[in-house]
């Protein structure tokens, strides 16, 4: 099968993974944002074709000739299925040309996150509108976020496949210099307002009195950092990386702490669950959005209320109190990681998914075919 894979931001290393994996019995070719992917370019198969596009400021026209040659490259590769990673309000103009190829879109987020503001405007809705409109097939991590996208767009909910999030990063090559750290935990990802972060601040001083050794790391870019540091009471248990972290801080971040929060008011889904499995770590989150469907209660992490820093203290200080419960979630959330979300097994059901796409047309023009005697 010939594959196509486009994505225009933010999404590099996610898609790059899943070209591999697809690459080991397709011929697939990757369509990348030049900035995005620059870090991962090693990382791609040798096998797959690439073509890296510069796609300048949002407004500057220039975008249009860009998405042109995306569209008449792909009508070179002459691909079986095409397979966006998200929406790209510039390629919405061209979708319509595109209906002679089966079209998958992966929609990451059902609706925008709060204070998140790109997403509450035209670059979000307008692409993903189109998406849901002229994809053949749409894709999303989580039987939650399935039924909230089929809700929200009125579309039925069999137009729309879940499949989990693959896995992070297993190869890890600084885990024989880093040690875990038994009270340090880690929140990781870009500070915004729905991932809860005063909830955990908040939380603080209560397993601070339980755990005097407690070690509190923030990782993530955003502006909002500024005033959530305002909450904070006691600013020694804190590290704080208030920037854009690169694969060593995070794989140093990852190793060096003992569990992983998320103490997000309302999500989607995430890949910092996928990341925090990869290095064997559980994860605390709470019960929102698709969350439950990837942390196992008690198995590989520990579900607790949304806005509720008390509940998220006690999940928290019992993980931290029992050493020999949090290696055994770490060791289940590392095999449930090298197994049910190995990009090997998400490159299958995706495979899955373009194969009903390709046989379900191939009925419609035999039975086209078979009603018109001219054909």
């Known amino acids: 099968m010939?594959?196509?894979?486009?994505?225009?931001?933010?999404?590099?290393?996610?898609?790059?993974?899943?070209?591999?994996?697809?690459?080991q019995n397709n011929e697939v070719m990757l369509v990348l944002s030049q900035k995005s992917a620059t870090p991962f370019l090693h990382r791609i198969d040798q096998s797959i074709r690439r073509k890296l596009v510069y796609f300048p400021r949002l407004r500057n026209p220039l975008n249009l000739l860009y998405t042109l040659k995306i569209f008449f490259a792909i009508r070179r590769f002459k691909p079986d299925v095409i397979h966006f990673?998200?929406?790209?309000?510039?390629?919405?103009?061209?979708?319509?040309?595109?209906?002679?190829?089966?079209?998958?879109?992966?929609?990451h987020d059902a609706e925008p996150h709060a204070g998140d503001e790109s997403s509450r405007?035209?670059?979000?809705?307008?692409?993903?509108?189109?998406?849901?409109?002229f994809s053949s097939k749409l894709i999303v991590h989580g039987e939650n976020i399935r039924q909230q996208l089929a809700r929200n767009s009125k579309i039925p909910v069999n137009k729309i496949a879940s499949i989990q999030h693959g896995n992070g990063f297993i190869h890890k090559r600084n885990s024989k210099q880093i040690k875990c750290e038994d009270y340090r935990i880690l929140f990781f990802g870009r500070i915004l307002e729905y991932k809860g972060l005063p909830y955990l601040i908040k939380a603080e001083p209560l397993i601070s009195s339980e755990i005097p050794e407690l070690k509190i790391c923030i990782a993530g870019d955003g502006a909002l950092m500024q005033d959530y540091e305002k909450l904070i009471s006691d600013r020694s248990r804190y590290e704080i990386y208030n920037e854009y972290i690169d694969q060593e801080l995070m794989e140093k971040l990852?190793?060096?702490?003992s569990l992983v929060v998320l103490p997000y008011n309302e999500a989607s889904q995430s890949g910092i669950i996928s990341i925090a499995y990869a290095f064997a770590k559980p994860v605390i989150a709470t019960q929102v959005g698709a969350?439950?469907?990837?942390?196992?209660?008690?198995?590989?992490?520990?579900?607790?209320?949304?806005?509720?820093?008390?509940?998220?203290?006690?999940?928290?200080?019992?993980?931290?109190?029992?050493?020999?419960?949090?290696?055994?979630?770490?060791?289940?959330?590392?095999?449930?990681?090298?197994?049910?979300?190995?990009?090997?097994?998400?490159?299958?059901?995706?495979?899955?998914?373009?194969?009903?796409?390709?046989?379900?047309?191939?009925?419609?023009?035999?039975?086209?075919?078979?009603?018109?005697?001219?054909?």
């Open 121 to 133: 405007n035209m670059r979000w809705f307008l692409p993903n509108f189109l998406a849901t409109r």
């Open 2 to 23: 010939r594959i196509i894979l486009i994505s225009y931001h933010g999404l590099a290393d996610y898609t790059i993974a899943l070209a591999n994996a697809l690459a």
């Open 85 to 107: 990673q998200g929406g790209f309000i510039w390629f919405s103009f061209i979708l319509p040309l595109l209906l002679k190829y089966p079209v998958i879109t992966t929609i």
């Open 254 to 257: 990852f190793l060096s702490s």
């Open 291 to 375: 969350l439950p469907e990837l942390i196992e209660h008690q198995r590989t992490g520990w579900i607790v209320p949304p806005c509720d820093e008390r509940k998220l203290a006690q999940g928290i200080i019992t993980l931290l109190k029992d050493k020999k419960l949090r290696e055994k979630l770490g060791r289940n959330a590392f095999e449930k990681a090298r197994n049910e979300m190995s990009w090997t097994n998400i490159a299958r059901q995706t495979c899955d998914v373009y194969f009903s796409i390709l046989n379900k047309r191939s009925k419609t023009n035999n039975d086209e075919r078979q009603g018109n005697p001219d054909c």
